[in-house]
């Protein structure tokens, strides 16, 4: 008489079999997708990155492509690229398991590129997030990072660090500086409340330091 089959009948699973050679998992992912393999190990195909001179375009998800330098091209190809939307610039982002955690997490391309020191930010100095040519990325504080940002949304003068205060009639310029506001000061015009702005922000910020 024939031995029962003891552990599930695919490779390197040595879990105890439930129904038809099969291991509790494998047959529940069998019945509901017609395969033992799981998403993760499915070999998917890789998006090309265009090479073009000295630059090179990664093909992301939404329609969306991000640029680098040529010479990333053959480490930053071997993997697909996703468009993830922040909250002022897009950025090019993967999906990848965490090293010794049994967890994935988000890799972002510019810190797959630049490899910042720990605790540092990678800033985009040109503001957008998709240009991840090494000339175009530094490393940063959380602060520096902050400064050199756009300009809110709700911004309703279209100015950065100007608005429109109503009791006083005027146009007052405010910046921040180590995560605190500091009055600039109150303008007839927006624009001479913005070129208060950039003056002051140059003082603080330095080469971080954004007005627009």
Not at 11 to 40: E, I, P, W
Not at 43 to 71: C, E, F, K
Not at 182 to 198: N, Q
Request: with cysteine; net charge positive.
């Amino acid at each position: 008489m024939a031995k029962a089959q003891i552990t599930c009948s695919v490779d390197d699973c040595n879990l105890k079999v439930r129904s038809k050679g099969l291991c509790g998992k494998h047959y529940d992912r069998m019945r509901a997708h017609g395969t033992t393999v799981f998403r993760t190990e499915r070999t998917l195909s890789v998006r090309p990155v265009q090479i073009v001179g000295d630059v090179a375009y990664v093909t992301l998800t939404r329609g969306y492509h991000a640029i680098i330098d040529a010479s990333d091209a053959q480490a930053i190809g071997t993997h697909n690229w996703s468009a993830f939307m922040g909250k002022r610039t897009v950025y090019a982002a993967r999906t990848a398991k965490l090293e010794d955690s049994p967890f994935s997490g988000t890799i972002f391309l510019h810190r797959e590129i630049l490899n910042p020191a720990n605790g540092f930010y990678v800033d985009h100095i040109s503001g957008n997030g998709l240009d991840c040519r090494r000339g175009n990325l530094r490393e940063a504080t959380c602060a520096q990072n902050a400064q050199n940002s756009r300009r809110r949304k709700d911004n309703k003068s279209g100015l950065k660090g100007v608005s429109w205060h109503k009791q006083r009639g005027a146009w007052v310029a405010q910046i921040s500086v180590h995560g605190k506001r500091r009055h600039i000061g109150l303008f007839p015009t927006k624009y001479e409340a913005h070129e208060a702005y950039k003056e002051f922000s140059k003082q603080v910020h330095g080469e971080f330091g954004r007005s627009a």
